[in-house]
């Protein structure tokens, strides 16, 4: 299996960054700093869920699984990034301090 070094990998990650402060105008500059200072481990990061992978969803139902908890992952990601964009774009109250949990 081919897989891109870790510079392309760290690259791609920075590449997508760039554009955050067009597509999303709510991160603040401390937010998107943090998430610039993750490109370094980036390489690392995949390069460590990839061995995983490999090692343990060998078999077609375990591989099954595998996406099955990829898209989970996902599926909170999304609600978690729509909820943000609500509360920043529209002025809406943030859903802990709607509900008197600050």
Known sequence: MLVPHRDVRAANHKDRLAGWPTHHPWIDAEGLAYFR??????????????????????????????????????????????????????????PSTSQGLT
């Open 37 to 94: 200072s993750l490109i370094p481990l980036a390489g690392r990061d995949v390069a460590h869920g990839l061995q995983v992978t490999l090692e343990r969803f060998t078999t077609r139902p375990a591989q099954h699984r595998a996406l099955d908890i990829l898209q989970f992952k996902l599926d909170i990601l999304w609600t978690m990034l729509d909820t943000i964009e609500k509360v920043c774009l529209n002025n809406s109250p943030s």
